[in-house]
């Protein structure tokens, strides 16, 4: 018999990774809760038209689009943060600042078959909406202790800012700055030295475009400041120094790491951009940033910044907790009594009834 096939990208969930997948869930929820986080849904389709107001560069090619019953053009959501901020524009616009949001649900985005990465997953996040840059610590500790939550001895969050390299890039156009983004973030060295060749940039702008794709570490912001060449690019190292020295105070240090050729995929980030990795896992688990703009073309002009865990990829390295259920062993004639004795028994334990040829009810 011909088996039948899901749509690439996608992949069904097997009981022990959805009881992996829930107890991981629980975990990032409670944490979530600590910090006064508030749960909020939003519909799976959005109007395209929504993506279009939202993102001045939308790689349309990601979305899952259809036509609605209306006949206009809609897609499957992406990422929840677009839908909290029409949310927020459209049915909180009155609420006390600041907001604090959180979700889980499930985002789609179209992936190329030899990306290795799924088209489902399940987005677990909170969005601080109404407070500026001084909220941005405690965003931080909160991405930190959800991170302790996995229960993985190793890992790192690594942080950028934006700011950075817009202002390195602000007398570039829009096609080079473009592509120069592109190949940093990729860390394309060879390309990016071949395109930078062709530009009439001063050796200041040529020296740190280069070095830009590898200015991570623990030493990245000093050298980060030796390159810059405005005052904006060594206020945002400044700034990243403050928060470098409270999160050392708050006990975070050691996780932390600052990688200033973080570019943002997304057009709406406007300040620190941060990504956290765990061992045994080839990409980031959790991601998020500062977007104080985007709010404003949802009719309620407030900063924001939030961030999200994509839980499917933590699957493969958490611990499975076992599950044991009592079984119960009865016939057709004591169903009955089998079924008083599970319910007595099920406010403690779960319990699984079997259907056996056995004279009595057996439990064990």
Not at 69 to 88: N, Q, V
Not at 210 to 233: I, N, T, V, W, Y
Request: aromatic share 8%.
């Amino acid at each position: 018999m011909k088996q039948i096939q899901i749509p690439w990208g996608m992949r069904d969930t097997l009981p022990n990774e959805c009881r992996k997948k829930e107890s991981l869930r629980k975990r990032i929820e409670a944490v979530y809760e600590s910090y006064g986080y508030q749960p909020v849904e939003t519909p799976l389709i959005e109007y395209w038209s929504t993506y279009r107001n939202a993102f001045e560069n939308l790689q349309e090619e990601t979305l899952y689009k259809m036509t609605s019953e209306d006949g206009k053009i809609a897609a499957l959501r992406t990422d929840m943060t677009m839908p909290i901020a029409r949310l927020c524009g459209a049915k909180l616009s009155s609420s006390k600042e600041p907001l604090r949001l959180r979700y889980c649900a499930n985002v789609y985005k179209v992936r190329q078959t030899f990306a290795g990465k799924r088209s489902e997953v399940t987005d677990c996040g909170v969005e601080l909406i109404g407070a500026g840059n001084g909220a941005d610590l405690e965003v931080l500790a909160c991405a930190m202790d959800v991170m302790e939550s996995f229960g993985i001895e190793n890992y790192t969050l690594e942080i950028g800012n934006s700011r950075f390299f817009d202002s390195a890039a602000e007398n570039l156009k829009e096609e080079d700055r473009t592509v120069i983004a592109s190949l940093i973030d990729r860390k394309s060295m060879v390309e990016l030295e071949e395109y930078l060749s062709g530009m009439e940039l001063s050796e200041e702008e040529k020296n740190l475009f280069l070095e830009l794709p590898l200015l991570s570490g623990k030493d990245a912001l000093e050298r980060a400041e030796q390159l810059s060449f405005r005052e904006e690019m060594k206020e945002v190292i400044g700034e990243l120094r403050q928060l470098e020295k409270e999160l050392g105070q708050l006990g975070y240090g050691n996780a932390v790491v600052f990688d200033l050729g973080k570019i943002p995929h997304l057009d709406y980030y406007t300040g620190i951009i941060f990504e956290g990795y765990v061992e045994g896992v080839g990409t980031g688990v959790l991601s998020g940033g500062r977007y104080d703009n985007l709010l404003a073309r949802f009719g309620k002009d407030m900063p924001a910044i939030g961030f999200g865990v994509k839980l499917d990829y933590l699957l493969d390295v958490i611990e499975e907790e076992e599950f044991s259920p009592v079984k119960i062993y009865y016939t057709e004639e004591n169903r009955v009594e089998a079924l008083k004795t599970a319910a007595e028994m099920r406010n403690e334990m779960p319990v699984e009834l079997i259907l056996s040829d056995r004279d009595e009810v057996e439990v064990e």
